[in-house]
């Protein structure tokens, strides 16, 4: 399994050379990215670019970080200067940034080495990555099951070996629904603990990015890179606390794992008997399960996307075909231009949001749906700050069923959506939550499951997955595809 610690132990040792190593990364992406359609725009220059830098600092004897010389990718919704920036969509074609998030110029300055853009649903919008004008990226245990979304590029990447680690954005879990879907970690962070400066934007009180990566470990890792104070987003604190990374061997004897009852209704019986297992795991471990009632999750779901489509109704508006991105070709005059472009531009999930969004934002329906749903927000976010005084964290499953076949979300869009129901909660609340896997079904199918923690308390629920991947390593099992080390 090629985890960030074993590379960066590879590379200081000199046991293989970064270039080398990378060079080997682009072959893999090249020989199975066919099938997994994981990335949509890859970068070899820009890799072994870095590999080179990184190469020269290890050849002088200077020691390197460890996120430093670990071929990793990003998610085609993050500003790359100078690298097509499309979200998948076919309104931004062609374009190109001209400066970087904060994430990647925190990670390019830590010698991260990027291996491309990675697929997702256009504008983050879908449950499956099939809304991308690339076509939907597959699951690297069965490629003709979905990989999830909308960061289904990463997982597959990940997943697939063809990247030691992704960043994902996860506005209603796209980060952690796809990581469930293809047997790995999603970290979602609490809202503000990573800049979105750079983020083109979904639904800007709902989006945050993170790490999608093999072991518990690595998310740690990663997250303790990102979560840094920056004044270019004026939502960002930083990570609140130390180095998550120090904490994640605690021992979790004494611990309160609390289960809402509402989070194991509606969900499929493999499942909820993976879910159960975990208690167990939890148990041996010293922890105390503690049931309780949380009737105020049955409104998470309408409240997410009431919400979520009014702030991309707001956000989309700007793609309008004149500043950048694509243009209608025939059309009289500037408004039928922008009509045009933005109705050939656009798919039919990101339409159907947009004009979702638009209603309930307008005048006769404002106050009985998006005032409605901001006042249950304030319900939820009580729901959960009234359960963490009775527990430590929240144990959860991510979804409540494990990855559909492709095409499936075209013929139920409705069950696409419940896909989200569980993940939605966290969102709204602004909590950080990470999925790990927690078993199989009977097609050998990854289950996962989430840990929801505390605000800013990313340490308590990464020490606690990082106890269970231990515990119980079985269900933590790397794929057919891509490189080995």
């Known amino acids: 399994m090629s985890t960030i610690k074993k590379i960066h132990d590879m590379l200081s040792a000199k046991e293989i050379s970064c270039k080398e190593l990378t060079q080997q990364y682009?072959?893999?992406?090249?020989?199975?990215?066919?099938?997994?359609?994981?990335?949509?725009?890859?970068?070899?220059?820009t890799a072994l670019s870095q590999a080179e830098k990184v190469d020269a600092k290890i050849a002088k004897g200077e020691e390197i970080g460890l996120l430093e010389g670990v071929p990793m990718t990003l998610k085609d919704n993050m500003s790359t200067k100078g690298i097509e920036t499309?979200?998948?969509?076919?309104?931004?074609?062609?374009?190109?940034?001209?400066?970087?998030?904060?994430?990647?110029?925190?990670?390019?300055?830590?010698?991260?080495?990027?291996?491309?853009?990675t697929n997702m649903d256009e504008f983050a919008m879908g449950s499956s990555c099939e809304t991308s004008y690339f076509g939907g990226a597959t699951n690297p245990f069965n490629t003709k099951h979905c990989a999830g979304g909308s960061s289904g590029g990463g997982a597959s990447a990940v997943g697939g070996n063809i990247a030691a680690y992704a960043l994902g954005s996860d506005t209603g879990g796209s980060i952690r629904q796809p990581a469930s879907f293809c047997g790995i970690v999603g970290l979602k962070p609490t809202y503000g603990a990573v800049s979105r400066y750079g983020l083109i934007?979904?639904?800007?009180?709902?989006?945050?990015?993170?790490?999608?990566?093999?072991?518990?470990?690595?998310?740690?890792?990663?997250?303790?890179?990102?979560?840094?104070y920056d004044p270019k987003d004026s939502t960002c604190q930083g990570r609140q606390k130390g180095l998550t990374y120090d904490t994640v061997n605690n021992d979790i004897k004494g611990m309160k794992i609390g289960i809402a009852r509402e989070y194991l209704e509606g969900i499929r019986d493999d499942v909820k008997e993976a879910i159960l297992n975990a208690t167990k795991v939890y148990e041996s471990l010293g922890a105390e399960i503690v049931y309780f009632d949380m009737p105020a999750l049955k409104f998470a779901l309408p409240v997410y996307y009431i919400i979520a489509c009014a702030e991309a109704s707001s956000n989309l508006g700007r793609y309008d075909g004149i500043r950048y991105g694509?243009?209608?070709?025939?059309?009289?005059?500037?408004?039928?231009?922008?009509?045009?472009?933005?109705?050939?531009?656009?798919?039919?999930?990101?339409?159907?949001?947009?004009?979702?969004?638009?209603?309930?934002?307008?005048?006769?329906?404002?106050?009985?749906?998006?005032?409605?749903?901001?006042?249950?927000?304030?319900?939820?976010?009580?729901?959960?700050?009234?359960?963490f005084t009775n527990c430590d964290f929240?144990?959860?499953?991510?979804?409540?069923?494990?990855?559909?076949?492709?095409?499936?979300?075209?013929?139920d869009p409705v069950e696409t959506y419940l896909t989200d129901i569980c993940t939605v909660p966290v969102n709204i609340a602004g909590l950080p939550a990470v999925s790990i896997p927690c078993g199989f079904n009977a097609k050998g199918m990854p289950i996962g499951m989430q840990l929801i923690g505390n605000k800013f308390d990313e340490a308590t629920i990464l020490n606690a997955a990082n106890m269970y991947e231990k515990a119980a390593g079985e269900n933590f099992k790397d794929t057919k595809w891509g490189v080995k080390l």
């Open 86 to 117: 499309t979200c998948c969509s076919k309104i931004l074609t062609g374009y190109k940034p001209i400066y970087n998030a904060t994430v990647w110029d925190n990670l390019e300055s830590k010698g991260a080495v990027l291996l491309g853009k």
């Open 26 to 45: 682009l072959n893999e992406i090249e020989k199975s990215n066919g099938e997994l359609n994981a990335y949509v725009n890859v970068t070899p220059e």
């Open 394 to 411: 929240i144990l959860a499953p991510t979804v409540p069923m494990t990855a559909f076949e492709m095409g499936h979300a075209v013929s």
């Open 326 to 387: 694509y243009k209608a070709q025939h059309y009289n005059g500037t408004h039928d231009m922008m009509c045009r472009t933005r109705s050939e531009g656009f798919g039919d999930e990101v339409k159907r949001r947009i004009l979702l969004g638009t209603y309930v934002l307008s005048a006769g329906y404002y106050d009985a749906y998006y005032k409605k749903a901001q006042n249950l927000r304030g319900t939820i976010l009580k729901a959960f700050n009234d359960a």
């Open 201 to 228: 934007a979904y639904a800007s009180s709902l989006d945050q990015i993170g790490p999608i990566t093999k072991t518990v470990e690595d998310a740690s890792i990663v997250y303790d890179a990102i979560s840094e």
